[in-house]
């Protein structure tokens, strides 16, 4: 069977459904391999950090891990350009997860020796955003790959199937490495055994998702130079607007929900919530994105990207203000949160990056990509430091309002509230524009 479509996006990609199908399907299990299992270690990173000695100010850092994905992105577009392949592109970068898994669970066995934990807690930060980084140059390569591959209009039908099947995978891993961070905490003896066999996991699954990835149809990525360019026609337009646009659009997103994440774990065990429960709440959203990913493919490939964004990500972020209701309601208002948080997930993911392949052109769209996370990647860890700082800080800070006590963290929820619902403006402004391909740009060449 094959698809016809009626736009020159369609050129040189791959219209026959079935071969499609197939390549979908292995995207999303490969992304089980090198994104389900990092995003079980979300909780478990906390964990880790307590049981290594470690304070506020490390959770602060670890919380990074995001800008630093992003901050590095720009690296998968010189790999593209570097090997002229997709596919082998992709190989490098798991391989450098491949490493950090491993080196990772070494330092979890080292730290049993006492005198080596106070090191092994520095290694275990700095490696975890190791870890981080590749992941980050996997995204970019893998969106720079799906770019080349599918035409704009299946692109929701093929993305939302392989972020259902990542986003199976990761729940799967959420409850297994909840699980086995619960059963350690309860076995002090073999804890940081268990922790050192969930990042063992890791690297060994980074292992399998290279020798899957060798199978999915390559294609030659469409490079163009990062930063200087001697030919006009070869400059990517960073001054265009929907390129900052975008920029704004993620900055405030991240920034306001990366400062809370780095503590919403912390906050729920400090309301004595087992790593179990923990793992529910974070199994019930992926529950709920899994059926809001297959609802916004079918919309992104009728109706765009941008606004299906735009709605989702005003109705998240303002859900956000359920963490400060805890402190009336107690858990009940985060329980709301996390069933409706399941649409900013994988479901939010999958828009805001095919919202990317609509405004970017073909050529240089990994460029695109990678410059606009080098500029969004400090920006949300200056976030996500600053509230680690903050909490240290203003850690034992005490408000009483309308009958129930405020602390620290309700406070840091309210402002990284505000933050993220203002990320919907630069949406709204850019309206439908979008960057032109580098070889309509005009120019005088330069020798």
Known sequence: MKLVSPTPDAIGKITDKKLQNRNR????????????????????????????????????????????????????????????????????????????????????????????????????????????????????????????????????????????????????????????????????????????????????????????????????????????????????????????????????????????????????????????KIASLLALQYAVSMVMLMVLGRITDRFGARRPLIVVSAIIAGCMSCWILSAWFGMFPILCYMLINGAAGHAHSMLAINYGQEIFPSKGRAGYFGISRLIIGPSTMLCAVAAGYYMQAYSGVKLHLWGAELTAYHLLFAICTVISMSCVIPLLLLGDKTIQPASHLTGPDES
């Open 25 to 276: 399907i292995k995207f999303g299990i490969g992304s089980i391999m090198y994104e389900g299992e990092e995003a079980g270690l979300g909780p478990v990173h906390t964990a880790i950090i307590h049981t290594l000695g470690g304070n506020s100010v490390h959770l602060g850092w670890l919380g990074t891990a995001g800008s630093v994905s992003s901050l590095v992105q720009w690296l998968g577009a010189l790999l593209l350009s570097r090997f002229q392949s997709s596919r082998k592109a992709m190989a490098a970068a798991l391989a450098g997860g491949i490493a950090a898994g491993l080196i990772l669970a070494f330092l979890l066995l080292l730290a049993g020796a006492p005198s080596w934990r106070p090191w092994c807690l520095i290694g275990y930060v700095v490696f975890a955003l190791v870890l981080a980084g590749a992941s980050g140059i996997q995204i970019n390569v893998e969106t720079s790959w799906i770019g080349d591959l599918v035409p704009h209009d299946i692109m929701g039908w093929f993305t939302s199937m392989k972020w259902l099947i990542g986003a199976l995978g990761a729940l799967a891993f959420m409850m297994i490495f909840g699980w086995a961070a619960e059963w350690g905490a309860k076995h002090p003896h073999y804890e940081l055994t268990v922790y050192a066999g969930l990042l063992a996991t890791v690297g060994f699954s980074h292992l399998l998702a290279l020798l899957l990835i060798l199978t999915i149809s390559d294609r030659t990525p469409q490079t163009t130079a990062l930063f200087f360019a001697k030919k006009a026609q070869e400059r990517l337009d960073y001054g265009a607007a929907p390129f900052w646009g975008y920029i704004a659009f993620f900055i405030l997103w991240s920034g306001g929900r990366g400062a809370m994440n780095c503590f919403a774990t912390a906050y729920m065990l400090s309301l004595s919530y087992s790593m179990t």
